[in-house]
């Protein structure tokens, strides 16, 4: 059994480098008799391979699909045989550290279409494979070439507007997931996983490999790496802390029906229906002192060791500057108006 197949569209630049590529119909699994068709039109050897595909070579393979009963992926290779830009057909036996940018464009689809989770797919080294590109109103263009592009553009009564300069695209350019609302699309990249009844208001931000469980309102940052759970918010603002760089090496993440207030920020990952006052970040070495139902001292604690307790909300106390934490008792109602996606 394959790990998975796409077929895709992309951009080279003047070099003939693949610069990115748009899987319609990405699939993990792919069932045998597809990548049997594809071993005979493409000479798929297996492996994990992107393989250029000709005009023919995609029509031959949308006969072959046709035949096997797989009419979407059939479809779809019929269209991209007229397509005027480069084609590639990716197929990954297994899941391994990828190889090329055609790879880890398939694999940031799989997360984003929630085909594969986030921590599920091999994702190391992918930054040394997708180049830092202008993405602008007519797609992707290599720095190298903007220049002579933006010239092109204006000379013909154009303007060539760059959205933004970065190894990632925006998810919503290449997936959008059912069930989703996300006020700025420039605030969520592909790779990330939104989960159905998900609103990304125009503060949130979600990384690749990073994502929401559910229902969630998200008005904070979610880092790479970062999972939030079902019926969980984050408040305006607020910071989830990632491993990529200083943060240390505890993954973060949010269990069920939590809040994290606005400004507020984790460096510990929280268990089910926590709460975090507004403005209070949490560190992993942050001492905190824990209070019992009547506000007396039990102990003080490193918030490390609270990681994944359920039941708990934190505070700053206002009077003496302290962290606090106590048993969370009004566990959060969920707005269903706020939450309402469809
Ligand atoms: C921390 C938080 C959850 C506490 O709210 P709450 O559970 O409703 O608690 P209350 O405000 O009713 O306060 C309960 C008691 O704790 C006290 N208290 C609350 N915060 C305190 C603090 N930081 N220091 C000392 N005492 C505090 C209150 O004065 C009150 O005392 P009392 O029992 O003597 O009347 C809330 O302040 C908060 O920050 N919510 C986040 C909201 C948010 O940011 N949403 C996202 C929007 S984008």
Redesign the pocket.
């Known amino acids: 059994m394959s790990f998975a197949f796409g077929i895709g569209i992309g951009t080279q630049n003047k070099q003939g480098e693949w610069l990115e590529v748009f899987y319609q119909q990405p699939v993990i699994t792919p069932d045998d008799g597809l990548i049997e068709v594809a071993r005979n039109v493409l000479e798929y050897q297996g492996g994990n391979h992107a393989v250029p595909a000709t005009s023919d070579q995609l029509k031959a393979l949308s006969d072959g699909l046709r035949q096997l009963g797989q009419m979407e992926q059939s479809t779809l290779a019929g269209k991209a045989a007229d397509s005027r830009r480069p084609v590639v057909v990716t197929l990954l036996e297994t899941d391994e550290t990828a190889a090329s940018t055609a790879e880890v464009y398939l694999k940031l689809h799989l997360i984003s279409s929630r085909q594969a989770r986030p921590h599920e797919l091999k994702l190391d080294g992918i930054f040394g494979l997708l180049p830092n590109l202008a993405w602008t109103s007519e797609g992707a263009v290599d720095l190298n070439e903007l220049p002579d592009r933006q010239l092109k553009a204006r000379i013909e009564g154009r303007t060539l507007e760059v959205k933004s300069v970065d190894k990632f695209p925006q998810m919503t350019d290449y997936v959008v997931p059912k069930g989703v609302r996300i006020a700025d699309t420039a605030r969520v990249r592909l790779g990330a996983y939104v989960g159905e009844g998900t609103t990304v208001m125009h503060e949130g931000f979600i990384n690749f490999n990073a994502g929401t469980e559910g229902t969630s309102m998200i008005?904070g940052r979610i880092s790479a790496g970062v999972m939030i759970g079902k019926g969980s918010d984050l408040?305006?603002g607020c910071s989830t802390m990632g491993t990529l760089s200083g943060g240390g090496n505890i993954i973060i993440s949010v269990g069920e029906n939590c809040?994290i207030?606005?400004n507020a920020g984790i460096g510990i990952p929280l268990g089910d229906r926590c709460?975090v006052?507004?403005g209070l970040y949490i560190t992993a070495g942050t001492k905190v002192a824990l209070l019992d139902d009547n506000n007396k001292l039990v102990e003080v604690i490193k918030a490390r060791d609270l990681a994944n307790k359920p039941d708990l909300?934190f505070?700053?106390?206002?009077?003496t500057g302290a962290v606090e934490c106590k048993t969370n008792k009004?566990a959060i109602e969920l707005n269903d108006e706020l939450h309402a996606n469809n």
């Open positions: 008005e408040g305006g809040l207030g606005a709460k006052e507004a909300l505070r700053r106390n206002s009077q009004t």
